[in-house]
């Protein structure tokens, strides 16, 4: 098992690596300019050239990736030469916003989606499995801006209950201010995992070892409690690995709509001013944490089944 | 996944009959089917169910609710929106034929050169699936559109890319368990060619499954070319889309809400109607796929 | 300015007024009080606005938006400024008096007892040469505001004299009252930076009624009483600033009560007038942007004049502009909008177009071009509408077109030659250009040492270039306005130019506010006053 992490660690470091690689190469045929994007249309030529030479994009691109690495090494993002403020102090601003976001929001919805699975498992071929596969279905891929949009105009213009836009301030206030764009984040994993522990749970239920606890007797709520949910748990946390990805670009949206602070806006407005320091570094931290979560996920699996460890 | 052997080779009659049986007693498969072949059925047909051109501005007033003119009222230049519904459905549907069809030949070729292929080879190309795979879609698809610009082209390249990842994935799964397989073992002894044995065993194995996959995928398809037009970086106008229809009517919501459901509900529809109809397919064909996912 | 509203106060929730026990005590006790401090009790007064960008730079010196000087003007104080209302004029701020010697120099006096935040002492006319001259010496990307700006003479503590090389009529519009215009203390500026440059995001020193207590970037800026302000007290305590990129964001926040003034966008104007939110005054201000169609000159397919003119003519200007606005903005004739000098009555090609007039030019250009012109645009709402209407107007006379929609980031490098080769192929491009209240501001951006730079229909007129030097040091106003309506009728003949409309700029706020806005409808923050 250690093993197996450290291996498969190693290899999560160079696929951050490759991405990285992979966004300057291609950033580096963008058109657009950050010099002339930032200093505005005032901008002396001259000004415009010490600009690009601070920021080193006078450099040859594997230069340039080589120093970033480099300095990434030494814990250093390089430093907006906008505003003159490190990258990171800009980029671990903005992402409690966003981790809080998602976590909040994969909260609600796992434990929703959970229970709608489970039951829904539990109750497989009724109208009401079928009312609920097409609720969850339905709402999977409506896209999260548009859940985001509908919620604004209902619940903080319409009917004023919630704040519309922002982060809040302290707990009460930021907590407030979660409700919206987490449930237009979360509402489509909800059917999604719901979907998904159904299906797992329908499999277990007809397998040899459960049918035969079946046999011996024990109550139906033993049985979903000792084995079944376990493995079919199993898939949501999988699912949860590989949707972080998703998840951030859900982010993306839903923190443009509700002017919310967070590193998908952070990457959006970086991007529009072709802010390359900021966008590798709110990049880099994003695919790094991606990563991360799919690593978790893949030793979790492996954990719970050993099987999984020869699927590298 | 080594056990989904079920060979699912393409359309014979048998296999029809099959999944028309299968999905008569299934509820929700048979909602599905219905659902995607109305949307077909109106992709293809869509210049002859409407009377309105779908670019021509000033058919009606602007922002108008629904009428007997304009079955789902008009946009913000006063272009029937009905028409543009059905032609953003074609639109939809050619983005996820097209991406769908790119992102599952070139993950079918890469997917078998990396389970078939020296180990190296296979090593690269696995690590640069997951490099792919480690971005948020939006964030991967903000850096190709501005590199391109945006276009229908770009939308469908940025939908490719992001998915030949998962697709090879698969299919190198399959090809590995298959090449150690003792009947594959067996004719390689004998002399038979690589070729023959792609045609032969791995493809027939691998592609009705993936096909499957890929109607699940649809939905996903139309939500990202949505999403990147909500961005600003969609089709080119005068160019309908449900992502477009969707923006228009966000940015003029105060004006009137029917665009917003207007593009909406069709992106429910294609939804439903695609992700039953691939989980009934699957139920039919091969109930432990979803693992391979 | 300093008016306090004691009925609003009054009336102003309870909870807020952190140490006054009851409104009948405040009303009197306001009333007692000296009329500077008198605001202090509207304690927990905070307002509330969005930005259309956060803030990047707050050294005068190096402004780069408007957004930045909106802050400036809250946290620095400059000789004059601009007057609330619907016309342009200046008043005084810290100048106790100020008047143009000559030609060439301005004489100003600073009032006495003006005072510098933490251990800086009083402001001095050493100051005003310090920060005046600063942009000039250390390069700034805005030193052209300044002109021909020679130094700064100081005659007394309080006394100067600016001194230009030649005359530079912008100076009383867009370099006293504006951003550049603002005074810093020169020794928290050397002892903040090694030679006096730029000090970026970290002002070393506040002159203005409110300081920058705090700043967090994409959230907010957070501005609060400077206790060693001296002048007529502000209105609010705090003021908090929102970045919001996206004015329908704004609408919707303040429709939820999260902002207290806010602009807002042509296309809802018409909803929000008919059915207002609660409490709120809905005002219509003509806004300084031009927005029109340039043609690439030096592009092959564009090289004859006729289809040019045939292009001018085929466009509706007045449809264009109805459609993207919904009705809500008027068309431009030039580039200088109307209340600027030098604005024209009437452009020379009728803002409807003429279909018959384009089709004869067409006819003598051979006929419509064997493949479609691009028209580049931004990716906003008002702009792909916008070239989808010149797309089907274009279409009636049978030119082709197809709309290239681009990022913000791809599309403002378009025209400019340091980016490559992009700017051969533009063709036709929707642009619009923000503005500030001298014309000179406007026409300097077409003159031949632009071309490739932010000229990017490349039009270049010796004649036009000509006069632009000449208007900027011509004394008579009336004279001054003739030379940049003859400007704009160059540009028109050039036949690169469709211009389309200066767009408009309407705002909401809380009845119980009373907002000092400049004749754009642009905020002055420190002078809004009343309750929210």
Not at chain 3, 502 to 519: I, Q
Request: proline share 6%.
């Amino acid at each position: 098992m250690i093993y197996y992490a450290t291996q498969r660690f190693l290899l999560s470091v160079l696929i951050v690596i490759v991405a990285i690689s992979l966004l300057t190469l291609m950033l580096h045929v963008v058109p657009g300019d950050p010099a002339t994007m930032i200093l505005g249309p005032r901008a002396t030529p001259e000004l415009i050239e010490q600009t690009r030479v601070a920021m080193g994009l006078d450099q040859p691109l594997p230069v340039q990736i080589v120093k970033f690495f480099g300095r990434i090494l030494h814990g250093d993002l390089g430093t907006d030469v906008f505003t003159g403020r490190a990258v990171s102090d800009i980029v671990f601003e903005q992402l409690p916003y966003t981790l809080v976001l998602i976590a909040v929001s994969i909260l609600w919805s796992s434990v929703l989606g959970i229970v709608l699975g489970c039951y829904s498992a539990l109750r497989a071929g009724t109208w009401l499995d079928t009312l609920s596969g097409i609720l969850s279905v339905g709402t999977i891929s409506i896209p999260a801006f548009v859940m985001a949009l509908y919620a604004v105009l209902i619940f903080a213009v319409s009917l004023g209950w919630l704040p519309a836009i922002g982060a809040g301030e302290g707990f009460f206030d930021s907590a407030m201010h979660l409700i919206l764009p987490a449930f237009a984040i979360g509402i489509s994993w909800v059917g999604y995992i719901a979907r998904m522990v159904r299906a797992s749970m329908l499999e277990v239920m007809g397998a040899p070892h459960v049918r035969m606890a079946r046999s011996f007797g024990l109550t139906e709520a033993r049985i979903v409690r000792a084995y079944i949910l376990r493995i079919a748990v199993q898939p949501a946390v999988t699912l949860l690995g590989t949707g972080v990805a998703h998840l951030f670009s859900a982010a993306v949206f839903v923190e443009v709509i509700f002017a919310r602070p967070g590193i998908g806006a952070l990457i959006v407005s970086s991007v529009n001013e072709r802010n390359y320091p900021i966008i590798l570094g709110a990049v880099l931290v994003t695919t790094a944490i991606i990563v991360l979560a799919t690593l978790l996920s893949d030793l979790t699996v492996a954990l719970l089944d050993p099987r999984q460890r020869e699927a590298l | 996944m080594s056990q989904a052997q079920a060979t699912v080779s393409l359309p014979e009659p048998t296999v029809i009959s099959r999944i028309l049986r299968g999905l008569a007693g299934n509820r929700t498969g048979t909602i599905g089917f219905v659902l995607v072949v109305l949307i077909l059925a109106a992709a293809i047909f869509a210049p002859w169910i409407s009377q309105y051109d779908p670019a021509a501005i000033m058919t009606g007033p602007r922002m108008a609710p629904p009428s007997s003119d304009h079955w789902l009222g008009t946009d913000n230049l006063g272009r029937d929106l009905f028409s543009r519904v059905l032609a953003g459905g074609r639109v939809a549907m050619l983005v996820a034929g097209a991406s769908l069809g790119a992102a599952l030949s070139l993950g079918l070729v890469l997917g078998l050169v990396a389970g078939l292929g020296p180990r190296w080879l296979d090593n690269l190309l696995l690590l640069l699936f997951d490099a792919l795979r480690s971005f948020p879609t939006i964030v991967f698809g903000l850096a190709v559109v501005t590199l391109v610009g945006p276009s229908l082209f770009t939308v469908i390249l940025v939908v490719a890319i992001t998915s030949v990842p998962i697709y090879a994935r698969i299919i190198r799964t399959q090809a590995q368990s298959l090449r150690n397989a003792e009947f594959v073992m067996a004719e390689r002894a004998m002399g038979a060619g690589l070729p023959r044995i792609l045609f032969v065993h791995v493809l027939p194995n691998v592609l009705g499954p993936l096909l499957i996959l890929a109607s699940m995928d649809v939905p996903l398809v139309i939500a990202t070319e949505a999403g990147l037009s909500f961005l600003g970086m969609g089709v080119r106008p005068p160019t309908s889309s449900w992502g477009v229809i969707l923006n228009d009517g966000y940015n003029f919501i105060r004006n009137s809400p029917w665009p917003v459901i207007a593009g909406s509900v069709p992106i429910v529809l294609v939804t439903l109607g695609f992700t039953f109809l691939g989980e009934a397919l699957r139920d039919i064909f091969d109930p432990r796929l979803q693992k391979a996912n | 300015m300093t008016k306090t509203n004691t009925v609003s106060m009054a009336s102003a929730p309870f909870g807020r007024r952190a140490f006054l026990k009851g409104a009948a005590s405040t009303c009197l006790f306001a009333a007692t009080m000296p009329l500077g401090s008198r605001i202090w009790a509207q304690s927990g007064q905070t307002l509330r606005l969005s930005a259309y960008a956060d803030i990047d730079a707050l050294d005068p010196a190096f402004y780069q938006n408007g957004y930045n000087v909106d802050v400036m003007n809250c946290i620095y104080t400059k000789l004059i400024r601009y007057k609330a209302g619907r016309e342009w004029d200046w008043e005084l701020e810290s100048a106790e008096e100020i008047e143009q010697v000559d030609d060439t120099h301005i004489r100003f006096k600073l009032k006495q007892g003006l005072q510098f935040s933490g251990d800086y002492g009083e402001i001095t006319a050493e100051d005003v040469k310090f920060s005046f001259e600063r942009a000039i010496l250390h390069d700034s990307p805005v030193k052209s505001d300044w002109g021909p700006l020679d130094h700064v003479e100081v005659t007394g503590r309080y006394e100067g004299v600016i001194v230009l090389k030649e005359p530079f009529q912008p100076l009383w519009t867009i370099a006293l009252p504006y951003g550049t215009g603002h005074i810093v203390s020169k020794k928290a500026v050397l002892d903040a930076t090694d030679d006096g440059g730029n000090f970026g995001m970290t002002p070393p020193v506040f002159s203005g009624a409110y300081v920058l207590a705090e700043w967090k970037s994409n959230q907010y800026v957070r501005l609060t009483r400077n206790p060693a302000w001296t002048g007529p007290a502000p209105g609010f305590d705090e003021i908090r600033i929102l970045p919001m990129d996206d004015t329908k964001t704004a609408e919707r926040a303040y429709e939820a009560g999260d902002l207290d003034f806010t602009q807002i966008t042509l296309s809802s104007l018409a909803q929000y007038r008919q059915d207002p939110p609660a409490n709120t005054t809905i005002e219509e201000y003509p806004s300084l942007y031009y927005v029109w169609l340039g043609m690439n000159l030096d592009n092959p397919a564009l090289g004859d004049k006729n289809l040019r003119q045939a292009i001018q003519y085929a466009i509706n200007v007045k449809q264009v502009v109805d459609a993207a606005y919904f009705g809500e903005a008027e068309p431009a004739t030039g580039l200088i909008a109307p209340g600027l000098p030098g604005h024209r009555d009437h452009s020379a090609i009728p803002v409807e177009g003429d279909l018959d007039k384009a089709r004869e030019f067409l006819q003598a250009a051979g006929g419509p071009p064997s493949q479609p012109l691009t028209i580049d645009t931004l990716n906003a709402s008002e702009w792909t509408t916008m070239a989808q209407i010149i797309q089907a107007q274009l279409a009636k006379v049978g030119i082709p077109t197809q709309i290239n929609v681009q990022d913000s980031g791809s599309f403002w490098t378009l025209g400019m030659e340091s980016e490559g080769d992009r700017w051969k192929n533009m063709q036709l491009v929707l642009n619009r250009f923000s503005m500030l209240p001298d014309p000179y501001y406007a026409t300097s951006w077409f003159v031949s040492e632009q071309v490739g730079i932010w000229n990017w229909e490349r039009f270049s007129s010796p004649e036009f270039d000509k006069l632009h030097q000449k208007a900027l040091s011509e004394i008579d106003p009336d004279e001054r306005a003739a030379i940049y309506r003859q400007m704009q009728d160059i540009m028109e003949q050039s036949g690169a130019y469709r211009f389309l409309t200066h767009e408009g700029s309407p705002v909401m706020y809380r009845d119980s506010l009373e907002p000092a806005l400049r004749p754009d409808g642009r905020p002055l923050l420190p002078r809004f006053s009343g309750s929210v």
